[in-house]
């Protein structure tokens, strides 16, 4: 089993503040943002902010599918989702940036051992970048809306 991670950045016309705070905002923001892979999202409890439990299906090709119930942590930089599913863990991190933030995400994972963990550390990362990629494409276009 070896760590298998995916990462992508945007650059925000807004106050890192902003962007945390939309970030972080589970009943709106979130579900505004997500493309179709994923699918079934629901606020279990909270909503916004520290402590909110979402679930979703992430359906990362046709074939491959994750049950995703997540937790989520809020610093004044950082929006982490804990999956209690598996050891997926997503962050996504604002720093300032110029006139406004830099927004970085981040997945990871302990993937499978084998021929299957070499196939998922070398396929996952990019299909899971093109998802990151399209999230924070639909942050930046609505918050600079």
């Not at 902003?18 to 970030?23: E, P, Q």
């Not at 950082?78 to 599913?85: F, P, Q």
């Not at 300032?96 to 299957?116: H, L, N, Q």
Request: no cysteine; proline share 3%.
């Amino acid at each position: 089993m070896g760590q298998v991670s995916a990462s992508q950045s945007i650059d925000i016309a807004a106050a890192p503040d902003a962007v945390v705070g939309a970030l972080s905002d589970y009943e709106t923001t979130r579900p505004a943002i997500l493309p179709e892979q994923y699918r079934d999202y629901k606020v279990i409890s909270g909503g916004k902010g520290d402590g909110t439990v979402v679930h979703w299906i992430l359906q990362a090709t046709s074939k491959r599918q994750r049950d995703v119930q997540a937790t989520v942590s809020v610093t004044p930089d950082t929006v982490t989702e804990r999956d209690a599913n598996s050891t997926m863990v997503t962050t996504y991190s604002v720093s300032a940036a110029g006139s406004g933030s830099r927004v970085t995400t981040t997945t990871t994972w302990k993937g499978a051992g084998g021929v299957g963990g070499f196939f998922e550390k070398t396929f996952a990362p990019k299909g899971l970048q093109r998802i990151q990629a399209e999230v924070l494409g639909n942050l930046k276009k609505r918050i600079e809306g």
